[in-house]
Each structure stands twice: as structure tokens, then as C-alpha cells.
């Protein structure tokens, strides 16, 4: 077993490291505060056939013993996850996904067990900390270390990780995370603050962020294992430039399109030309083939934006699509709306009930009820 200390926000921050979770592929138990996190990473041995992404879960698993509560209702088991527990697992995937290579077909786990809760010391930064630390201290490919930050902002002054009094005064609730070279999340709410406050906030955690990265970094050289070569899904050569050459001016033409459904039908129309001139030659390849066309599509539109500055509908980068809100759509609802941004639409109402409507919470945090319910629905027709 090894313990590493660091000093975070003023309180201190323990990683220790070779108790618990022995099996996995990398594993740290995280303590900030009386807050304690177990947090797991692991692989496959053996890459996952016929899929065309990376298969990284992360799961971050709430424990109502954490607080001292046991759960309600007749199993009294701990349930499915809790919409704040859903919301801390995507905190910990956004900022670690793009640090691994996509072309790896290894099945990925991140499991953050949150153990113990102290509401001065969020247990969602310390699940991510132990998150990039577990995957750094392990033997899977991972271009890290990454680490995270609460930021505040109360009577004028930033307070880094702020407590939950604290918050509850503070004018942003901002979450950024990164590595030593760049930001690479931003999470934040915000009492109508200005934009140069937030990039002061974003500019101050990423510097703290630096600290924590290098603190992470010595853990590895003390204890990391030597990184593995993992399986990379790549396309036969000769196929990748073949199929490169042959769709590479059809699709930038395609994609040029002002109208988002003209664009789409254009683009796929080109897709299948190019699969069905390369599967009469290459019949055991679709795969690869259709691979290779999707790479391509993601290379010219980040071409056009990086390079050309303009997007694929013509806007330029400081240009907004056209934006149309309306009110009172509905006469029988408390309240109703309609925004519109390009083809992007968002209906809202709104119901008005009494206090005995208020939902009870099982979770981690203060709050036992929520008076205030805001549900979110995505139907598939959405998307066409």
C-alpha cells in the first residue's frame, strides 16, 4: 500500500493506492476531507468484433450509507442511478474520453464508488481526481493525467472546491477539468455573471488543475505500471487512400450546404456511390470502407472550421442561426413556450402544483426534497 498527500483548497487530499480493488487494472481509493471514493479502472484482455467505437463505461455509483441513510421504499436496496449520479458520471467521462486513442476496441470501465460523504468536499471532483488517477497508475493506454476543480465566485473572491455553505452564496458554480496544456470540460451555472468573471474562473482552475496534474504525474512514476499495447482497429492501406481519394471532393461539395436536410441526403448519396463502387473490388471490406468515409467527413468539416473558418452551412464562426421564441402555445397549461434555433426546436411547459407535489430524493446531498422538477424528454422523431 502506498499514500500520496496533497494539499487542495486548503484541506487535504490522500490517494492511497495498492488496498484495495487489487485486480483491476488500476485502482485508488481517494479521501478529501471525510469524503472517500473507490475508484477502478479496467479492461479487456481481448478487443471487442464487429463494433466501430471505443467502448468506454463510466459508472459512478452512489451509496446511501455514504451519508447514513438507508434507502426507501420496500427492497431497501440501493436502486438504479439517481439523475445526480448520472450527471457526475458524464462530469468524469467528457474530460477523459478524448485522451484515448478511438481506434482501441478494448472494452473500458471506470467505476468511482463514492463510500463516504463530507458535503464541505464533493465527492464528484474526487471521483474524477481518482478517476485519472486509477487510469494513470494503470497498464491501459491513456494519454493523461487529467484532474478537475469547483470554482465559486462569493463576496468577489474565487474560492476553489467551495463547501456547500459556501455555495449556496456563491454567484457561479463552475466545474472545469484539463490537463497541464488546455481545458478540456467546462460545467457551469451562474447568477448572470459576466463573461470575463467566467474566464477568470476557467483561467484560475485550470491553474490549480496544473498543480493537480503534476501531483498525479508523480504518483505514476512511483507506481504505474508500464502502459500495455492495446488492440487499434485500423483500415488495410491501400483501402483507407483508395476510398480517401475517391470521396474526398464528392463530399466536400456535399457538405457545403446550407440546408441541414439537403446536406444530410447530399452526403449520403455520395456514401453510397463510394460503397458501392469499392464493394464490387473489396466485397469483405464494408466495414473498413465505411470507416474510412466517416473519418473523412470528420476531417473536411474540422478542415473547414479550423482552417477556412466557416462552417458547413456557411455561417462564419461569430454568426448565430436565426433564433424564434414564442409564449402561450397551449391555453390549458400553466405555461407553455416554443424556441426555434435553426432546425434545433425546444417546447417547454410548465405546471404549477402545491407542496405536497414536492419529490422526496434519495441521494448523497443535503436536500431531501425537490420543489422544483425539471424533465427533459428527447423523442426519436427529433432526429428524423
Same mark, same amino acid.
Given at each position: 500500500m502506498k499514500t500520496f498527500s496533497y494539499t487542495l483548497a486548503g484541506r487535504e487530499l490522500i490517494i492511497e493506492t495498492g488496498l484495495m480493488a487489487r485486480q483491476a487494472n488500476g485502482s485508488v481509493l481517494v479521501r478529501y476531507g471525510d469524503t472517500a471514493v473507490l475508484v477502478a479502472a479496467t479492461q479487456s484482455t481481448e478487443p471487442r468484433l464487429g463494433i466501430d467505437f471505443f467502448p468506454l463505461t463510466v459508472d459512478y455509483e452512489e451509496r446511501l450509507y455514504a451519508v447514513g441513510k438507508i434507502p426507501g421504499g420496500f427492497i431497501k436496496r440501493e436502486g438504479r442511478p439517481s439523475e445526480a449520479a448520472i450527471l457526475a458520471g458524464r462530469l468524469i467521462d467528457r474530460p477523459i474520453r478524448p485522451l484515448f486513442d478511438d481506434s482501441i476496441?478494448?472494452? /473500458?470501465?471506470?467505476?468511482?464508488?463514492?463510500?463516504?460523504?463530507d458535503q464541505s468536499n464533493p465527492p464528484d471532483i474526487t471521483a474524477m481526481i481518482g478517476a485519472s488517477c486509477a487510469l494513470s497508475i494503470s497498464d491501459i493506454c491513456w494519454d493523461g493525467p487529467i484532474a478537475?476543480?469547483?470554482?465559486? !465566485? =462569493?463576496?468577489?473572491?474565487?474560492?476553489?472546491?467551495?463547501?456547500?455553505?459556501?455555495?449556496?452564496? &456563491?454567484?457561479?458554480?463552475?466545474?472545469?477539468?484539463?490537463?497541464?496544456d488546455a481545458v478540456l470540460m467546462v460545467e457551469a451555472?451562474? @447568477?448572470?455573471? &459576466?463573461?470575463?468573471?467566467?474566464?477568470?474562473?476557467?483561467?484560475?482552475? !485550470?491553474?490549480?488543475? %496544473?498543480?493537480?496534474? *503534476?501531483?498525479?504525474?508523480?504518483?505514476?512514476?512511483?507506481?504505474? %505500471?508500464? *502502459?500495455?499495447? +492495446? !488492440?487499434?482497429?485500423?483500415?488495410?492501406? #491501400?483501402?483507407? #487512400?483508395?476510398?480517401?481519394?475517391y470521396v474526398v471532393q464528392p463530399l466536400t461539395? +456535399?457538405?457545403?450546404? @446550407?440546408?441541414?436536410?439537403?446536406?444530410?441526403?447530399?452526403?449520403?448519396?455520395? %456514401?453510397? +456511390?463510394?460503397?458501392? !463502387?469499392?464493394?464490387? =473490388?473489396?466485397?469483405?471490406?464494408?466495414?473498413? =470502407?465505411?470507416?474510412?468515409?466517416?473519418?473523412?467527413? *470528420?476531417?473536411?468539416?474540422?478542415? /473547414? =472550421?479550423?482552417?477556412?473558418k466557416i462552417r458547413p452551412d456557411g455561417r462564419g464562426l461569430d454568426e448565430i442561426r436565426p433564433i424564434d421564441c414564442r409564449v402561450g402555445v397551449f391555453a390549458r397549461t400553466h405555461g407553455s413556450s416554443l424556441f426555434t434555433r435553426g432546425q434545433t426546436q425546444v417546447m417547454n411547459i410548465a405546471t404549477l402544483g402545491c407542496i405536497g407535489d414536492e419529490q422526496i430524493l434519495d441521494g448523497l446531498g443535503i436536500e431531501d426534497c425537490k420543489r422544483y422538477m425539471h424533465n427533459y424528454n428527447f423523442p426519436p422523431y427529433s432526429v428524423g
Open positions: 476496441r478494448n472494452d /473500458t470501465q471506470i467505476v468511482a464508488t463514492v463510500l463516504s460523504v478537475g476543480v469547483r470554482v465559486g !465566485h =462569493i463576496n468577489g473572491q474565487f474560492v476553489i472546491n467551495p463547501s456547500a455553505e459556501q455555495l449556496a452564496f &456563491s454567484q457561479l458554480n463552475l466545474v472545469v477539468a484539463g490537463n497541464r451555472g451562474a @447568477s448572470e455573471v &459576466s463573461e470575463q468573471l467566467v474566464l477568470e474562473a476557467i483561467d484560475l482552475g !485550470h491553474q490549480e488543475i %496544473k498543480k493537480l496534474v *503534476k501531483f498525479i504525474s508523480g504518483i505514476q512514476r512511483e507506481v504505474g %505500471k508500464a *502502459k500495455k499495447e +492495446a !488492440h487499434r482497429y485500423a483500415p488495410p492501406p #491501400e483501402i483507407a #487512400e483508395a476510398v480517401r481519394q461539395d +456535399a457538405i457545403m450546404n @446550407s440546408d441541414k436536410l439537403a446536406r444530410e441526403a447530399n452526403m449520403a448519396a455520395v %456514401k453510397k +456511390a463510394a460503397v458501392e !463502387h469499392f464493394a464490387a =473490388i473489396w466485397p469483405d471490406n464494408l466495414k473498413d =470502407i465505411n470507416y474510412v468515409i466517416g473519418r473523412e467527413i *470528420k476531417s473536411i468539416v474540422r478542415r /473547414t =472550421i479550423t482552417v477556412d
